[in-house]
Every structure is written in C-alpha cells, then in structure tokens.
C-alpha cells in the first residue's frame, strides 16, 4: 500500500513549497522508492493554461497536453516519476467536475456540500495516484495556511489520515524563520502561529522545515520544536542556496530529511546514492567557460514567466562545463534603443514562447541581429513565428509579411492558424497541445544536435508556418528541417547559411533535466561558446593591429 506526504507551507508564499517537495521526490527515489507527485492549486480557474504569465508565471505543459502550474515542471527536473493531468488540480477542476456529475444526476437527493462532496472529490484524486506499483505520493498543496480558498484542501488532507491511518501519512509543513536585522535574531513567532493554524484545522506536522537566510541556531530550533508540538530532530533548515537550486536536496540530505521520512513512514529503501548529483553540483560552482545568451521576451519582469526556458539554458551550462549568464532583455526595449545597443556584447540568442502582439516588433529586431552577425540563435514556438515573419520581410522581401494572430488581414500571413484550429470557440484547453513526433531532415543542424531523425517535443500554440510560402523560404535559404510525419506541418526551420539559426515550433525545455540537457539548448550554447572564442580572437586581432600601427 502506498504511503502519503502532505506538503503544506506556512508564513508567505514563495517559499519553495514546489522545489522542496521535488527535492523529496528525488531523495525519495534516490533511495528506491517509486514515487508520485502531485500538485493542488486553491484558484477557480480549470487550470493555468488561459492565465497571464503576469499572474501565474510559466504554464508548463506535460506530454498529455495538461497544462499546468510550474511546480510540476521542478518535479520533472528532479524525479523520474510519470505526470500526466491527474497530477495537478485546481479548485475549478476539482468544482468542475462536481458539478457535471451533479447534472448527471449522481448526487440525485443530496444536498451537495462541501464537506464531504468537495472533500471527497480532492481525496479521490490523492487516492488515483496510489497504484500498486508506487511506493510514495508526493501531495503538495498551493497557497498559504490561512488561506480561505485552501481549506476544503486542508480538510480533505486531514480525513484522508483517517481513512488509510495515521502511520500511512506524513504531514510536512514548510515555513519562514526570518531574521530580523535590527534585533539581532531569528524570530519563530511566524512559524508557531503557522502551525497553530493548521493544528486549529486538525493537522499536526511532522516535520517541520525553516527556510531562513541564515543558519537556525539549535536554541531556535528546540524552541520552535517544543512551540510546534514536533521532535526537535524533525525541526529542518533549509537555507537559501548561493548557487543554485539543485542544491536543495544536498543540504535536506545534511539534514537527514530522508531518514527521518523513511523511518516515520515505515518505508523499505536502500541507501542513498546521489553522487552523480553531487558532481553537477560541481560542475555548477566551479565552471571552466563562460557565455552570455540573451533571452528576448515579453514577460522578462517576472522572473518564473519562462523558468523552463532559463533552467534548460543552465542544464546545457552544466553540460558544457559553462556558465550561461542570461540576459534578460524585454522585447519593447529592443524596439525603443536598438539591438545593437541592447544586445551588445551577447553570445548567443534565444527568443521563447509567447503570446500576442506586444513585444512583437523587438523580438524580430532581436532576430534580425542574430541573423545577420552569425550570431548563435534558438526561436521557440512564437520564436520561431518571429524568425518566419523577420525572413519573410527582410530576405523574401515581402515587408507586410504577418502572423495573422498579429494581424488577420496582412497580406502575406507567413504564419497562420492551424486547419484544426479554426472552428474553436472555447478558449480553455483547446491549443495543439502535448507531445507530438517530429521527423528531422538528415544532415539539418537539428538533427546533429538530436543525434536522431525521429523525435518527440511537447506543443502548445494554435498557429503555424504557412504552407504556401515554404518553396519561395527555400529558394531564399531557409531549409524546413523538421516536420510533422505526414510532412504538413513545419516543426524546426535553419538558416543555411549562419553557424547556428534553429527554430521548432514546440517548446523544447519542457523535457530538459539538470543531469540531461536538451540537445537543442547544448547545441545553443555550445555554438555561443564558439562564437565568444571567435570574438575574443579577432577582438585580439584587431588589437595587435591597431598596436602593430601605433609601432609603425
Ligand atoms: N501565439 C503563438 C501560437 O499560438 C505561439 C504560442 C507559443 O509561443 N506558445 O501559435
């Protein structure tokens, strides 16, 4: 029978809730545990897919088209474990279905409630993910204790003890000590008002784990113990990284997180090995090279708007023994100063996913730039439509070449809304989502980077490159080197002629692990690695020259 942890946080949001519960997926698995994850958002929206990146951060999207919050994405960067929708659960999801079955007729009678239709709902969808072949489910639930909208969740959490028993579950409640400069101490009362809350509730933690700034003395430590009603061991630091975030099971590791929920859970696991992870570590503290990719987006202010794009760039560093310093470059400023004045002195250009009009004119400068200084450059989903529309305008010469998401009546709509698409009403879910094959063009740069001919991305857009104009790309240099196996839909166009021009319609860094990066974002950054030494050899070039003149 599976056994269960509840992950629950305390004091202010953003505390990490989604790494750390990652973090305990791996050491979970690390000691040979098969091991389920899962997430529970409080908000009424079905799932994230149709909400701003402003509000949200980044919508990750699984292989089954779920779209859901970012936390899953930490959960597959660190587990090996399956996700599919089963794994993320909104409130609106969760009311969603109650209200279908109630219209079926399956409550016929009742009075639907809450407690315990809301209740069992959410216990239903914990309950789906402990199958016989898994060992542990990982169940983290969004937003803060005290939070009005997260209670059905927390009662469903504190029943479901009592329906599989108490020695079947594990409650660990993740909280903020924080340190107050002017008193000179870390301060516990946030914490033990926090667990009071969840005690009102009916939950007691088990563990307890303190993000701080700096190290949790052993009297605060006690003191929250005794004030928490949990073990003083079962009191964990957890403190802020100064490297990176795959740090975080390291210092739970220090901790003896995973003994602790072995022992509590009565589990059977074998040692823990991570020594492969602790040599990525190492790679990250101590890199040999270094390279600066520019990311042009229009969503730069918020820093979780494209956290998979800017973690996949990390894993292609760690690969490569590199640094990637990524600047961030908001698409508009592109357009207000220029780009030679924006990406001055960059290696590499990526232009991500997005949405919509804004920013538009400065990711295809941005592009632009790329293309004509041989400039390393990677265009994922809208980065690939603003390759297409920058190609159309200033090689194909078609200057009023447009995306009709842009511009439904421009004359040449280079990019246009898929066939499927366009009988859609409901805006929720109804993308060209998940994962799709892709076949790549032998010999494309794509295919040298993929090492194979038949590959598998996830998609989320509803347009695309426009048929109609492929001869006349080709003719001027564009070679469509990946499609859709039928051959209709374009997948990954290149640039013949420039070291390093790649753009896929689908949305590579979803798949991209810190201990196996995507070959797409290696090849990136490997070609600006390529293009700094090139820099850094004509840069010495000119000043022998200029030195060779001055002697002269
Ligand atoms: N807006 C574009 C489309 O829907 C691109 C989507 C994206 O970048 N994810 O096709």
Redesign the pocket.
């Known amino acids: 029978m599976a056994k269960h942890i509840f992950v629950t946080g305390g004091v202010v949001s953003s505390l990490g809730k989604g790494l750390t519960s990652a973090a305990i997926g791996m050491l979970l698995e690390r000691r040979g545990l098969r091991v389920r994850l899962q997430k529970f958002d409080p908000y009424l929206n079905v799932d994230p897919g149709t909400m701003n990146p402003y509000q949200h951060g980044e919508v990750y999207v699984l292989d089954d088209g779920a779209e859901t919050d970012l936390d899953l994405g930490h959960y597959e960067r660190f587990t090996n474990a399956p996700l599919s929708r089963e794994c993320n659960y909104t409130t609106g999801k969760i009311y969603q279905a109650i209200i279908e079955k109630e219209r079926r007729g399956e409550y016929l009678g009742k009075t639907v409630q809450v407690i315990p239709h809301v209740t069992d709902e959410i216990k239903a969808a914990i309950r789906q993910l402990a199958t016989d072949d898994v060992d542990v489910v990982i169940s983290e639930i969004g937003g803060t204790v005290g939070d009005i909208e997260g209670l059905p969740f927390l009662e469903a959490i504190r029943q479901f003890a009592l329906d599989v028993g108490k020695q079947n579950c594990l409650y660990i409640h993740l909280t903020l000590v924080p340190y107050l400069k002017a008193a000179g101490e870390a301060k516990t009362k946030p914490t033990q008002h926090s667990v009071e809350r969840l005690r009102q509730i009916g939950i007691q933690p088990d563990i307890l784990i303190c993000r701080t700034e700096r190290p949790l003395g052993q009297e605060e430590a006690a003191k929250i113990a005794l004030f928490c009603n949990v073990e003083p061991r079962a009191v964990i630091e957890e403190r802020d990284k100064e490297f990176s975030i795959y740090e975080v099971p390291l210092s739970l590791v220090d901790h003896h997180l995973d003994e602790l929920i072995v022992e509590k859970l009565h589990l059977r696991a074998k040692p823990l090995d991570i020594s492969d992870w602790r040599q990525m570590l190492q790679r990250i503290i101590h890199p040999a090279h270094e390279v600066t990719i520019a990311v042009v987006g229009k969503y730069i202010r918020h820093h979780d708007a494209y956290k998979s794009v800017y973690e996949a760039l990390d894993h292609a560093g760690i690969a490569l023994n590199t640094r990637v310093v990524i600047r961030k470059v908001e698409a508009e400023e592109v357009e207000q100063e220029g780009a030679d004045k924006v990406l001055s002195g960059i290696d590499g250009v990526l232009v ?5 009009y804004r920013g538009l004119a400065g990711k295809i400068e941005a592009i632009r730039f790329a293309r004509e200084r041989q400039v390393p450059f990677l265009g ?6 603003c390759a297409v529309i920058e190609f159309a305008r200033n090689v194909v010469h078609l200057p009023d070449a447009n ?1 009709t ?1 842009m511009d439904a009546n421009c004359r040449h709509p280079v ?1 246009c ?2 066939d499927e698409q366009s009988n859609i009403t409901h805006l929720g879910g109804t ?2 989502l998940g994962s799709y094959p892709c076949v790549l063009v032998a010999g494309s740069k794509a295919h040298q980077a993929y090492g194979s001919l038949l590959v598998h991305e996830r ?6 490159f426009n048929n109609q104009y492929r001869q006349q790309f080709a003719a001027h240099g564009m070679l469509v080197s990946g499609t859709s196996p039928d051959g209709r839909l374009v997948e990954v166009i290149e640039l013949r002629d420039h070291p390093w021009f790649v753009a896929v ?1 689908c ?1 590579p860094e979803f798949q991209s692990k810190p201990t196996k990066a995507h070959p797409l974002f290696r090849a990136l950054v490997q070609a600006s690695l390529v293009k700094r030494e090139q820099k850094k050899a004509e840069a010495g070039r000119a000043r022998a020259a200029a030195s060779a003149a001055a002697g002269a």
């Open positions: 991500p996913g997005g949405f919509g994922i989903c809208l980065g690939l439509q995306s998401e990019v809304l898929l993308m060209r998609h989320r857009h509803r347009y695309e319609q949305h």
